[in-house]
């Protein structure tokens, strides 16, 4: 089983990345849908080759990937934040005060695939949103840096995640 979705992640792979071309070139010519065939091709291969020599760890759990429901709510509510800092910030009535900040962050071991899926899920989802972005979680100190526009608390998808406020 653990050979089979080696190769099946690749070869699902191959219709994304010509679906990737064709909207990176914005055009149906027949030398672009050629050369998009090519570029696939040679993608897909190297994604094998990656595959085979790294393979990825990564086993979230059901709960955690539906963490992403939360994510259009916090891009609403943080881009309001975002309007409301750049327009206090363009009539000069207060300077926007960006910050970087650091959290506890229950990131478990490099190894283990369902940490680090916490991880990536934390870092994706958390950096979605427009007021924060996170800079990097260090399993060894159990951190995740982050910078924000507006200080705010970390979404419940954070803390979820892993972090600890």
């Not at 064709?22 to 994604?47: C, D, N, P, R």
């Not at 409301?84 to 009535?93: E, F, H, I, N, Q």
Request: net charge positive.
């Amino acid at each position: 089983m653990k050979n089979f979705e080696k190769t099946l992640v690749p070869w699902l792979s191959l219709p994304i990345f010509y679906v990737f071309w064709i909207a990176f070139v914005g055009t149906f010519a027949v030398h672009e849908l050629l050369l998009g065939v090519i570029a696939t091709l040679i993608a897909t291969l190297g994604l094998f080759i990656i595959n085979r020599r790294y393979p990825a760890k990564f086993s979230p759990s059901f709960h955690e990937l539906l963490s992403l429901w939360c994510v259009p709510w916090y891009l609403v509510s943080d881009t309001w934040k975002i309007i409301a800092v750049a327009g206090k910030d363009l009539v000069g009535a207060k300077r926007a005060a960006s910050l970087f900040r650091t959290v506890r962050f229950d990131a478990g071991t490099k190894d283990d695939p369902h940490a680090v899926a916490r991880r990536v899920l934390a870092v994706v989802y958390t950096t979605i949103t427009p007021n924060t972005i996170v800079l990097g979680i260090n399993a060894s100190d159990q951190k995740m840096l982050l910078h924000e526009l507006v200080s705010s608390p970390l979404p419940k998808m954070t803390r979820d995640l892993g972090a600890q406020a």
